[in-house]
């Protein structure tokens, strides 16, 4: 079964949440980020790139801790909040041509490592040793794994009920997605969530194959230096944002070949062809 558990997040006040939410940094330009941090000074980006602009590049390690310290301000200033109690929280996108409502939750390393959490595909070593030296040098949990699980119509009526309910968050963002976000803090609501999750045989990683190796390779190394280890221990635990299957719209991924290493054209199309069916499209695009 899929083990799921509420956590107590730190978030935007609800006055504040559409100044401090921000996009994935790669769909920013650099001259963007500019003008956000020069404009906005509430904006998350402000936590994750302190050293931005600057000639002299921070080392990785002193980079972090200046990460860590800018969230601290946050949080100090009231920017940024810490629920008192342990919460799930609903979230759901809406743009033009979709929209989708899932859970932000925590799941286990555990159910990871024994291929409850399912993945399709490979790490590096590398990039996953980079993101544990930045879960150990920032000490908090910025981007989610996606996860998909099956639908189970008990799970969609409890969301159905709770999305009724008033809203933390309701805003639209530059990109003109709406962002909505519920607080689910009853704990008769959170068992019985976490008994319908019960229910789950697995969870399948959509999106975040690095989060989950690296939030993985962070917890067995805190684990190794924890005498005390109990298993109960945040560093246990991915944050995760769950969507029924039935919620998430998949795009075909593209691949262009741009040098054919000496073959002909039909050469290369008759290897091709030992691993996959081929079409001629002609002009068609496609």
């Known amino acids: 079964m899929a083990f799921i558990k509420p956590f107590k997040a730190i978030r935007p006040t609800p006055e504040k949440a559409s100044k401090v939410a921000s996009q994935s940094l790669e769909t920013y330009s650099k001259q963007e980020i500019k003008e956000i941090l020069q404009q906005n000074k509430n904006s998350f980006l402000q936590i994750i790139l302190p050293d931005f602009g600057s ?18 301000e946050f949080i100090e200033d009231g920017i940024l909040i810490q629920d008192p109690k342990p919460c799930f929280y609903l979230y759901k996108i809406e743009k033009e041509d ?24 490979s790490t590096i070593e590398k990039r996953e040793k980079l993101f544990a030296n930045y879960l150990e040098g920032v ?3 910025a981007e989610p794994v996606l996860m998909i699980y099956p ?5 969609s009526e409890i969301i159905k009920l709770e999305i009724k309910k008033s809203p933390e968050y309701h805003f639209k963002s530059s990109d003109l997605i709406t962002h909505t976000l519920w607080k ?30 690296s939030t993985n390779r962070y917890s067995l190394r805190r684990k190794r230096k924890n005498l005390n280890h109990t ?15 039935s919620e998430v719209k998949i795009y075909e991924f593209n691949r262009m070949v741009k040098d054919l290493n000496g073959l002909t054209k039909e050469t290369f199309l008759n290897k091709l062809e030992t691993y996959f069916n081929i079409y001629p499209k002609g002009k068609e695009i496609y």
């Open 55 to 72: 000639n002299s590049k921070l080392s990785p390690k002193n980079r972090y801790k200046e990460i860590h310290k800018k969230i601290l």
């Open 98 to 121: 979709y929209s989708c409502c899932g859970i932000f939750c925590a799941t286990q390393t555990e159910d990871y490592r024994n291929n409850i959490i399912k993945r399709h595909e």
């Open 139 to 141: 000490g908090f949990k």
């Open 151 to 155: 639908d189970r119509k008990e799970i």
């Open 184 to 213: 689910i803090s009853k704990p008769e609501t959170i068992d019985l969530l976490k008994r319908e999750f019960d229910q789950i045989n697995a969870f399948y990683i959509a999106d975040g194959h690095h989060r989950c190796a």
């Open 231 to 245: 298993g109960a221990e945040s560093y246990n635990y991915i944050m995760s944002y769950l969507l029924a299957e």
